[in-house]
């Protein structure tokens, strides 16, 4: 199997199964081992590409074949031939469209003779051009977002920094860079420095540490993160920079009472304990037991103790957990809409009333864990979206029904640059720092 036949099969499965990239790539590299390292990458850049440019390749491809009436698996070859055309410099042309006309011809001679028409039409003209005039239209088409995203991109930055847009959908879609590999510190095991020296070895670049974020290091090139040494040892976690901001802005201290409310796989957890120098106590929740066998992991390879799993829905919990917290984080289920670039299938299956249903569950989220913030405590509200419904709006609402909470400005910290706004909400966006798109606030409640 080489790497454009995997990458197809990769695609079959995301678009006819419903299958996530992510795992269904991985578990097609496990099954090939055998594959050479660079068909390796080049079936990865196959999979992630064609998803992040998929409506720009079918529009090239409509302007030679009607799609509607071609066989999906015809469609899957075309689209990533059409991609190693259009995007990959580096793939002969003859190379790309042979490779898709022979498997074309395995489900037919007649659709290897039709696929075969259609790449070299399109290898000879090329795509049709980006139509001057709207603005949207074209950062629709020029970066294969969906125009209702587009729109949800402007209005949460805003009339101000419109002239951003054009750098935030790019970098938002993934289609002007892949996104960056993200390490976090374990500043109780190790420096920034000493990680990035053990990491140089085992990448092509250097790694680079962000001036904004004291523990983040982008450590791109990385392959195979979960084996490096430096990462087996406990001296780093995989960790988006903008994720790492989450944990500073809830300030742990030793001897806090803390509540995760839907920790997931831990990430923010595990940095929560870092942070307070493993002398907090640390309730994680989840309603996911794998998610929460995978946090009690990671937290034994980072040397932690303080946290507590708990299998449980935070909304509806109960006596599962305490009555009061002195800090509650609430990294709360959303679109994901902040993390498209990493997850492009999203694009496709997300619709414009989905955030606002997002918003909904995320209410009655916040009301519980409100609930469960001690006098004096906070709670910190996050998620991995850049909708104002999720974000901002979420907390004006939020704040005009708990009149006992206020929103309170990121903590103080010498070694960290805040992208926070005049009412020190957290919006982080990728074209200005880097990592994902995310949205956070520091709530406090009354003492």
């Known amino acids: 199997m080489n790497a454009r036949e995997l990458a197809r099969g990769v695609l079959g499965k995301v678009e006819t199964q419903g299958a996530w990239a992510t795992p269904a790539l991985g578990a097609a590299l496990a099954k090939t081992r055998e594959?050479?390292?660079?068909?390796?990458?080049?079936?990865?850049?196959?999979?992630?590409?064609?998803?992040?440019?998929?409506?720009?390749?079918?529009?090239?491809?409509?302007?030679?074949?009607?799609?509607?009436?071609?066989?999906?698996?015809?469609?899957?070859?075309?689209?990533?031939?059409?991609?190693?055309?259009?995007?990959?410099d580096r793939i002969p042309a003859h190379a790309a469209v042979d490779d898709a006309v022979e498997a074309a011809k395995k489900i037919s001679p007649k659709l290897g003779g039709f696929a075969n028409a259609v790449l070299r039409r399109l290898a000879a003209a090329g795509e049709p051009p980006i139509p001057a005039g709207d603005r949207k239209v074209r950062l629709e088409i020029a970066h294969s977002m969906p125009r209702w995203i587009v729109d949800e991109v402007a209005r949460a930055?805003?009339?101000?920094?419109?002239?951003?847009?054009?750098?935030?959908?790019?970098?938002?879609?993934?289609?002007?860079?892949?996104?960056?590999?993200?390490?976090?510190?374990?500043?109780?095991?190790?420096?920034?420095?000493?990680?990035?020296?053990?990491?140089?070895?085992?990448?092509?670049?250097?790694?680079?540490?962000?001036?904004?974020?004291?523990?983040?290091?982008?450590?791109?090139?990385?392959?195979?993160?979960?084996?490096?040494?430096p990462l087996v040892d406990g001296l780093a976690s995989v960790q988006d920079i903008a994720a790492q901001l989450v944990a500073y802005l809830c300030d742990p201290k030793p001897g806090m009472r803390i509540l995760d409310a839907c920790a997931g796989h831990g990430g923010k957890a595990t940095h929560l304990a870092e942070l307070a120098d493993d002398r907090a106590s640390i309730d994680a929740a989840d309603s996911h037991a794998d998610k929460l066998a995978r946090l009690g992991a990671s937290a034994k390879r980072l040397g932690l103790t303080s946290i507590r799993t708990i299998p449980t829905d935070a909304e509806k919990a109960g006596s599962a957990l305490a009555a009061q917290y002195d800090l509650v984080l609430l990294d709360a289920p959303c679109?994901?809409?902040?993390?498209?670039?990493?997850?492009?299938?999203?694009?496709?299956?997300?619709?414009?009333?989905?955030?606002?249903?997002?918003?909904?569950?995320?209410?009655?989220?916040?009301?519980?864990?409100?609930?469960?913030?001690?006098?004096?405590?906070?709670?910190?509200?996050?998620?991995?979206?850049?909708?104002?419904?999720?974000?901002?709006?979420?907390?004006?609402?939020?704040?005009?029904?708990?009149?006992?909470?206020?929103?309170?400005?990121?903590?103080?910290?010498?070694?960290?640059?805040?992208?926070?706004?005049?009412?020190?909400?957290?919006?982080?966006?990728?074209?200005?720092?880097?990592?994902?798109?995310?949205?956070?606030?520091?709530?406090?409640?009354?003492?």
């Open 35 to 88: 594959i050479d390292p660079r068909d390796r990458r080049l079936a990865a850049e196959l999979v992630y590409g064609v998803l992040r440019h998929q409506s720009r390749l079918d529009r090239a491809l409509a302007a030679y074949a009607d799609l509607r009436k071609t066989p999906r698996p015809i469609v899957i070859a075309l689209r990533v031939a059409a991609y190693q055309l259009l995007v990959l």
């Open 157 to 229: 930055l805003g009339p101000a920094a419109d002239r951003e847009l054009d750098d935030a959908i790019a970098a938002l879609s993934g289609t002007d860079k892949a996104p960056s590999l993200w390490l976090r510190a374990n500043l109780r095991r190790t420096r920034r420095d000493a990680l990035a020296s053990a990491i140089a070895p085992l990448v092509d670049r250097e790694p680079q540490a962000s001036d904004a974020v004291p523990t983040a290091l982008d450590a791109t090139g990385l392959a195979d993160p979960e084996s490096a040494a």
């Open 335 to 447: 679109t994901g809409l902040g993390v498209i670039r990493r997850h492009p299938e999203a694009k496709w299956r997300l619709r414009p009333t989905d955030p606002a249903g997002a918003a909904v569950h995320q209410r009655a989220l916040l009301d519980a864990c409100a609930a469960r913030v001690a006098p004096g405590g906070a709670l910190v509200y996050g998620v991995c979206s850049f909708t104002l419904v999720e974000g901002p709006a979420q907390i004006d609402d939020f704040l005009a029904r708990h009149p006992d909470f206020t929103l309170a400005p990121p903590p103080a910290h010498d070694q960290l640059i805040w992208p926070a706004d005049d009412r020190g909400r957290i919006h982080a966006w990728p074209h200005r720092l880097g990592g994902d798109a995310f949205f956070a606030a520091r709530l406090v409640r009354a003492p």
